[in-house]
Every structure is written in structure tokens, then in C-alpha cells.
């Protein structure tokens, strides 16, 4: 199992970015996937989370009605569109994905196994 992160980058405030996690060596649509950061100085947290049967989406506060997740599940692909970026939304953020996440526990750390690499967003003017 591997997930490859990419699509970050400099950005100034209000901007946009569009994360994309590239998964290899399963079949996504068995999996609950999401994204999250770790900012400097901060502890990991989960920014969205999307359930295995996508009926049910989740978001940290901090994000709703700027980021949106979604899915490919033909192409085994995860995305994180990230809009009006502000300063404290940088961080490095991770894909993440795992079969035996339940829907209760979805944005947690310790519920996925299968971690990618990161991709660093700054969000600076």
C-alpha cells in the first residue's frame, strides 16, 4: 500500500491550492481516506475524512466551507481542494487510508494505517 501526496506550494493569503493523493497496491473504494496536517509547533490533526461507502464526509472546524474533499475511485485517486487559504492552514499535509475505519472515529489519527509522505503548504504573503 502507498499513497502519494502532491499539489502543494506557496501560496498567499485567500488563495487556493488542490492537493492530490495518488494510491497504489489496493483498491481505494475498500477504504476510508482523508487528509491531515500537522502545522509547525502543533499536533497532527484531521482535516477531512471521507467514509469507505462515501455516504458520509467529515471536516475540522476550522475548515468547513473552505475545503472540499472528494474521490476518484476509477482513477485510485484522493483530492483536497483548498480554498481561502489563510496563514494558519500551513502545515504538512498527509493522505492517509484505511479499511477498518469506522465512521465514529473517522478523523482520528490512530484510525488509519497507511500514511503518505506529506506535501508542505505555506500559506504566506
Known amino acids: 500500500v502507498q499513497l502519494q501526496a502532491s499539489g502543494g506550494g506557496l501560496v498567499q493569503p485567500g488563495g487556493s491550492l488542490r492537493l492530490s493523493c495518488a494510491a497504489s497496491g489496493f483498491t481505494l473504494d475498500d477504504y476510508a481516506v482523508g487528509w491531515f496536517r500537522q502545522g509547525p509547533g502543533k499536533e497532527r490533526e484531521g482535516v477531512s475524512c471521507i467514509s469507505r461507502s462515501d455516504r458520509s464526509t467529515a471536516y475540522a472546524d476550522s475548515v468547513k466551507g473552505r475545503f472540499t474533499i472528494s474521490r476518484d475511485n476509477a482513477k485510485n485517486m484522493v483530492y483536497l481542494q483548498m480554498n481561502g487559504l489563510k496563514p494558519e492552514d500551513t502545515a504538512v499535509y498527509y493522505c492517509?487510508?484505511?479499511?477498518?475505519?469506522?465512521?465514529?472515529?473517522?478523523?482520528?489519527?490512530?484510525?488509519?494505517?497507511?500514511w503518505g509522505q506529506g506535501t508542505q503548504v505555506t500559506v504566506s504573503s
Open positions: 492517509v487510508a484505511d479499511a477498518q475505519t469506522i465512521l465514529s472515529s473517522i478523523m482520528m489519527t490512530r484510525s488509519y494505517a497507511y
